[in-house]
């Protein structure tokens, strides 16, 4: 007896490796698996507005720079008669708008579209900050050193000395000594003079709220703290320890948000649109060239990737060709001619795909019948039958293009010597086992191809074989397991049903 181990064994392993590959696939690149799934997206825009006197003019903006929370897809500046360009330097970013002469009023743009991304977290390779030196004058010296000493009594560690700070300043009858530094100082500022004279490294950050459809929004203030390897943010007005999902850092320490040469009355504003966008077009502009995106026909000329569309979805039709013969038994002119009329379906539509089909081959089964009595051997008939067969098809579109139906051209779609085949083997068929079997050969190819049709037209079949094409893998696995079944069609049990009632 053979052994059927390495047949299990291969069909597993091509299972695994396909639903893996899909998968990783999946996770890596954020490809979904479900069509027309759609992701939340934010566009922004920075505006800068000042005023020149006919003077050469260099306006500085700082750009977010990898922000915890949200991946930036794209940007772009929009500012008439200005060069720009984006200048990295020890992790900071800035955008530098240059003009020779400016005069007047004068307003610059600068666009970001970024996308909530929980997976992006912040990754230091800075080495460790130290705490700044603090100077302050005698009498808010003498205050912080109080502020500091009854907030240490309450704290244990950083983040608490920094929540027993901000409870402090943000109380709403402050004590002597809180008010005698909020006097020359805001809270975030206080905040920050307060934790690097304790020791403890901070930087002041600022973050923009996201809400839709907001205009002229300015920026909000952040407390950083260095705590255990990482920034720790706290809002220095509302006391809220970390950073709220719809907050965006902008500018985290550094320079100054806006530097203006050759202008006066500089200011920065900003607006923001909530958007929705598809996730697989989000996927590919995000991880092209990363990851798994090489083993994808995303990269492919669009003709390239019109033809593979329709090519993955072949071994989709190939299973509903096997399932149909082996497991339901149906007869079938060919065994995979349903597929080509399903893919030539694909392309015109299934109405007048099946009317289209059922002409020509009608028509080709009587010149077949005209073509015996000329005794022409094999060869030369069917490529007779290919030649009526291109002018039939040609005759079928120009008629259904005359009558004003958009998918007439299309039926050329069908291949031309797949009918011609069908048409002698129809033909013969008739001349030896009757027009009976004809019928049920050709029936049973148009059901299957409209079978296969219908799974292959569904949005989520187009999109699973395009965009995971190694999940033809799994449909190899199931064509080979259909292949094992030894057992009874399920159109035969009929023939035992006498068996079964004489019990």
């Known amino acids: 007896m053979v052994s059927r181990v390495p047949f299990y064994t291969t069909v597993a392993i091509l299972i695994i490796t396909g639903l893996s590959l899909a998968m990783m696939r999946h996770l890596?690149?954020?490809?979904?698996?479900?069509?027309?799934?759609?992701k939340q997206a934010w566009l922004i825009e920075a505006r800068v507005d000042f005023v020149s006197f006919d003077q050469p003019v260099l306006a500085s903006l700082k750009l977010p720079h990898n922000p915890p929370g949200f991946t930036l897809l794209n940007e772009v500046a929009a500012s008439p008669g200005y060069g720009f360009a984006i200048i990295e330097h020890d992790g900071q970013r800035r955008g530098e708008w240059s003009k020779n002469q400016a005069n007047g009023q004068q307003t610059l743009y600068y666009k970001a579209q970024l996308i909530p991304d929980k997976n992006t977290l912040e990754t230091t390779t800075e080495p460790r900050p130290l705490a700044r030196q603090v100077l302050w004058s005698d009498a808010e010296a003498i205050a912080a050193s109080d502020i500091l000493?009854?907030?240490?009594?309450?704290?244990?560690?950083?983040?608490?000395?920094?929540?027993?700070?901000?409870?402090?300043?943000?109380?709403?009858?402050?004590?002597?000594?809180?008010?005698?530094?909020?006097?020359?100082?805001?809270?975030?500022?206080a905040l920050d003079k307060l934790l690097n004279q304790a020791g403890i490294p901070t930087r002041v950050s600022?973050?923009?709220?996201?809400?839709?459809?907001?205009?002229?929004?300015?920026?909000?203030q952040m407390v950083e703290i260095y705590t255990d390897d990482r920034w720790l943010a706290f809002d220095p007005q509302t006391g809220f320890q970390g950073l709220p999902e719809n907050l965006l850092l902008w500018q985290r320490g550094g320079d100054s948000l806006l530097d203006v040469v050759g202008g006066q009355n500089s200011r920065v504003s900003f607006s923001m649109i909530e958007q929705t966008l598809p996730s697989i077009e989000l996927a590919q502009s995000q991880f092209a060239g990363q990851g798994l995106s090489w083993l994808g026909v995303h990269t492919l000329p669009i003709e390239e990737q019109s033809m593979f569309k329709l090519l993955f979805l072949l071994p989709l039709g190939a299973m509903v060709v096997v399932f149909m013969r082996i497991i339901i038994g149906l007869k079938t002119s060919g065994t995979f001619m349903p597929i080509l009329i399903a893919l030539a379906f694909l392309q015109t539509s299934l109405g007048l795909g099946l009317i289209s089909f059922i002409s020509i081959v009608a028509m080709g089964l009587?010149?077949?019948?005209?073509?015996?009595?000329?005794?022409?051997?094999?060869?030369?008939?069917?490529?007779?039958?290919?030649?009526?067969?291109?002018?039939?098809?040609?005759?079928?579109?120009?008629?259904?293009?005359?009558?004003?139906?958009?998918?007439?051209?299309?039926?050329?779609?069908?291949?031309?010597?797949?009918?011609?085949?069908?048409?002698e083997r129809m033909s013969i068929l008739w001349e030896e086992e009757g027009p009976k079997e004809v019928l049920i050969q050709g029936g049973g190819s148009l059901l299957v191809a409209v079978f296969a049709y219908l799974i292959m037209q569904l949005p989520l079949s187009g999109h699973l074989t395009f965009n995971f094409p190694e999940l033809n893998l799994v449909i190899l696995a199931v064509i080979m397991l259909m292949g094992q079944y030894t057992g009874y069609k399920l159109s035969e049990l009929r023939r035992f049903r006498a068996m079964l009632e004489q019990r």
């Open 28 to 38: 890596q690149l954020g490809i979904p698996f479900w069509p027309g799934e759609q």
């Open 149 to 189: 000493t009854q907030a240490r009594s309450k704290s244990s560690s950083a983040e608490s000395l920094t929540r027993e700070l901000l409870r402090l300043l943000r109380n709403p009858e402050p004590g002597q000594n809180t008010a005698l530094l909020l006097t020359n100082h805001s809270i975030a500022s």
């Open 366 to 423: 009587i010149i077949r019948t005209w073509l015996s009595r000329l005794n022409l051997l094999l060869v030369s008939r069917i490529a007779t039958l290919v030649v009526l067969v291109v002018f039939l098809v040609s005759l079928l579109s120009l008629v259904g293009y005359q009558l004003g139906f958009s998918t007439g051209m299309t039926i050329t779609f069908f291949p031309m010597i797949i009918i011609a085949w069908t048409i």
């Open 206 to 220: 600022v973050g923009l709220y996201l809400e839709d459809a907001r205009r002229r929004q300015g920026l909000t």
